[in-house]
């Protein structure tokens, strides 16, 4: 279909293209009528390495999950795409789903996974000076203090 592994998930089509695959397989999708980004996220298999992976790919700590839609073919189909700690970066996928640059800048943001040629590569829900990525399984929630306000009229 598009030279990477395939497999199926709850009856939606699942592609494992790995890194150096992944934007020409983006391309022939797009050019394939999946002309709709409906999500980009990531996951962190920091605490949870063994998952169901085609023979040929090997787990890494992170995978980015897209999500796309073919009107045309009435179809949604999913790309994982494994990353690892040592070098969390990917291709940027805007300039094949514009709408895609806040959802990378989100897994930038929260994973720490940097997406190349991002036209806009800042963080876009933690303050800039923020250190740390909040949904890595590492990230030491709790050494950051919340300061609470007191409810008006409270002594």
Known sequence: M???PISNSRGQTVL???RDQYLDTIKKLSEDGYKVCIDVTAVDYLENPERDLPNSISPERFEVVINLLSHQKKERLRLRIQVPESDPVISSIFD????????????????GIEFEDHPD????????NWNGHPLRKDYDA?????QFKNAPGAG
């Open 121 to 128: 590569p800042t963080r876009i829900l933690m303050p800039e």
């Open 96 to 111: 094949f789903y514009p709408g895609s640059e806040a959802l990378e800048r989100e897994v930038y943001d929260l994973f």
């Open 2 to 4: 598009y030279e990477v």
């Open 142 to 146: 709790g050494a950051i203090p919340v």
């Open 16 to 18: 494992h293209p790995n």
